[in-house]
């Protein structure tokens, strides 16, 4: 159990840089929510739905994490700061990864599969700040959800996720982000211009264009001058 622990501790150092001991990592909001989330999840399986539910509840005023008793929850998984919330029927593999204000949320129950409202992420799945991740959808293995991402569809595995509503970066999976990405956002890789940015080279274009349009008009007209001998005279 030790060892386990060691490993688990040593897993979240290697993905975040500023603890500088495994004591450190202790005291993480994340470590204890999960911690928690063991204890409420078996107390969930059991049917004992009442303890669990205070167990969580105590671990949501302790940590400011919100992690449903039923949700199941794989190994090395790293909430890194919080305010997270995580629902019932999600899904999580291992050596996942979810920075702070994420949320797995559900749709309505109808529309679930078998009764599944939340989503399933597979194993190294990185998820950045403000995300959101809604529905019954699968996010393949080594996939990046961009910070603010909102993603309503399955990704498949390996894709960079941004914007909203989320698109690929359309990156090729198989040479691209291969190891670990801090807030699953690419920062300097090749992204989508953003909609701000691509309207803003429209304007320009457009612009460009009317310079030419004028240049072949003032062109154009100067040649009819030329060709009929100057200026029309007129009468005395």
């Known amino acids: 159990m030790l060892g386990n622990l060691v490993r688990y501790l040593d897993s979240i150092v290697a993905r975040d840089p500023a603890p500088r001991s495994r004591w450190e990592v202790l005291l993480y909001p994340g470590v204890w ?9 078996s107390l969930f399986k059991a ?7 205070m167990v ?22 790293f909430i ?16 996942v990864t979810i920075y702070q204000c994420v949320t797995l949320g559900g749709t309505n129950p109808t529309s679930g599969v078998g009764g599944k409202r939340h989503p399933t992420l597979q194993d190294n799945v990185i998820v950045g700040s403000g ?12 996939a990046r959800i961009g910070a603010s991402a909102v993603v309503t569809e399955s990704v498949p595995d390996g894709a960079t996720m ?16 291969k190891q670990f990405m ?15 940015q691509r309207v803003d080279e429209l304007e320009e274009q457009i612009a460009l264009l ?23 005279c007129k009468g005395v």
């Open 131 to 142: 995300a959101q991740i809604i529905g019954p959808v699968t996010i393949g293995k080594r």
């Open 47 to 53: 049917r004992l739905f009442f303890l669990a539910r």
């Open 80 to 95: 890194d700061h919080g305010f997270t919330v995580i629902g019932e029927t999600a899904e999580i593999g291992d050596n």
């Open 33 to 41: 929510a999960l911690f928690w989330h063991r204890i409420a999840h």
């Open 162 to 177: 941004i914007g909203v509503k989320a698109r690929s970066t359309l990156v090729s999976a198989e040479t691209y982000a």
């Open 182 to 196: 801090p807030y699953g956002t690419p920062c300097k890789e090749p992204c989508e211009p953003a909609p701000n």
């Open 56 to 77: 969580n509840h105590l671990s949501r005023f302790f940590t400011a994490i919100d992690i449903h008793p039923g949700a199941t929850i794989g190994k090395n998984f």
């Open 210 to 232: 009317r310079e030419q349009v004028d240049a072949l008009t003032n062109a154009a007209a100067e040649r009819e001058e030329a060709e009929s001998g100057g200026p029309a």
